[in-house]
């Protein structure tokens, strides 16, 4: 059964920094994309970064490119969101998503599994 528990949200000023983490298990990360996805209220759930397992591959939306990074630790079966720069428009609820592909553009191809997502609130 494939389990995504992500960790790391709260509330930071603008300008500062979260990491946000996804503990994974049930699947091997090789095998997966997996990525994170938030959803500010009244809007859609969009794709914000995710990761290839197969060959490292990133993708990132454009609201977030130089400021946030993601990262994958495959011994500790973890992705990480490294937030820098905040602005009270990255305010959501962060989700990781995972998916056995054959893709990971989250513009193009939809995620099966799920986290329960977690808050990340950025005042101004």
């Known amino acids: 059964e494939v389990q995504l528990v992500e960790s790391g949200g709260g509330l930071v000023q603008a300008g500062g920094s979260l990491r946000l983490s996804c503990v994974a298990s049930?699947?091997?990360?090789?095998?997966?994309?997996i990525g994170w996805f938030r959803q500010a209220p009244g809007k859609e759930r969009d794709g914000v970064s995710c990761?290839?397992?197969?060959?490292?591959?990133?993708y990132y939306a454009t609201a977030v490119k130089g400021r946030f990074t993601i990262s994958s630790d495959n011994a500790k079966n973890t992705v990480y969101l490294q937030m820098n720069n905040l602005k009270p428009e990255d305010t959501a609820v962060y989700y990781c998503?995972?998916?056995?592909?054959?893709?990971?553009?989250?513009?193009?191809?939809?995620?099966?599994?799920w986290g329960q997502g977690t808050q990340v609130t950025v005042s101004s």
């Open positions: 998503a995972a998916d056995r592909g054959p893709g990971f553009d989250p513009t193009i191809y939809e995620y099966t599994y």
């Open positions: 990761l290839s397992g197969s060959d490292g591959q990133t």
């Open positions: 049930g699947f091997t990360f090789d095998d997966y994309a």
